[in-house]
């Protein structure tokens, strides 16, 4: 079954240093790829989307992620965090040519020391 | 006012109550999604649909029923609530499949 994994569940970073969530795939020929952003008590707002073209896509609120096929990756960046940017983070997956619907992982949550 | 709303956002019943959730969007998307999230297992696919009177089940679809007789609604009932399906409920749509999913501000549902 084809799969979306988050490896951290909680990452914490000072406010101010660089950041880096890890997002990986289970292999499929065409992925289109997300990543979603969810504050306390608030639904999921989109970060960042890539189908295809530059695999560096930038996002709103500063942030980036690179495709990289290869590795069957798509880890999201951003170079110097802020106190509001703590949140959960969602990574998700799907794949052209078959149904329509997209694979959510299982969430890192991002704290902020100040 | 434009976007997507979800009612009631907060609700408790009891074990083997009907309860249903509202969910609707004033964009005429095609495509509408229920999702489940609970701790340690992000998001579930519940039911989604792809037009009005079109339904397909997710990934967590049994106790649920759905139904999408107009575009711009969505509702989901629990037929017989159980506790295992406290949990906070999620709509989303979008115009296609692959497109960006418009999330709803969330339905917190506790079976007791």
């Known amino acids: 079954a084809q799969s979306v994994t988050q490896p951290d569940i909680h990452i914490t970073v000072s406010e101010g240093a660089s950041l880096e969530l890890r997002c990986n795939y289970s292999?499929?020929?065409?992925?289109?790829l997300f990543w979603y952003v969810q504050s306390p008590g608030q639904g999921l707002q989109l970060l960042l989307k890539?189908?295809?073209?530059?695999?560096l896509v930038q996002g709103i609120k500063g942030f980036e992620a690179e495709f990289k096929r290869s590795q069957s990756s798509f880890n999201l960046r951003k170079p110097s965090v802020h106190w509001s940017d703590a949140a959960e983070y969602f990574c998700a997956v799907g794949y052209m040519n078959r149904d329509d619907k997209i694979i959510f992982g299982k969430g890192t949550r991002l704290h902020i020391l100040p | 006012d434009a976007g997507i709303t979800q009612s009631p956002r907060y609700k408790i019943t009891e074990t083997g109550r009907q309860v249903t959730l509202m969910c609707h969007q004033t964009w005429s998307h095609s495509y509408m999604f229920w999702y489940r999230q609970d701790l340690g297992h992000g998001l579930r696919l519940i039911y989604y649909s792809a037009a009005a009177d079109i339904t397909d089940k997710g990934e967590v679809p049994d106790g649920y029923v759905v139904s999408r007789s107009k575009t711009e609604n969505f509702p989901l009932t629990l037929e017989s609530a159980t506790r295992s399906q406290t949990s906070v409920y999620f709509c989303?749509?979008?115009?296609?499949?692959?497109?960006?999913?418009?999330f709803g501000p969330g339905t917190r549902l506790t079976v007791l």
């Open positions: 292999y499929g020929a065409t992925p289109y």
């Open positions: 890539y189908f295809s073209g530059d695999t």
């Open positions: 989303a749509s979008c115009w296609t499949g692959r497109n960006e999913q418009f």
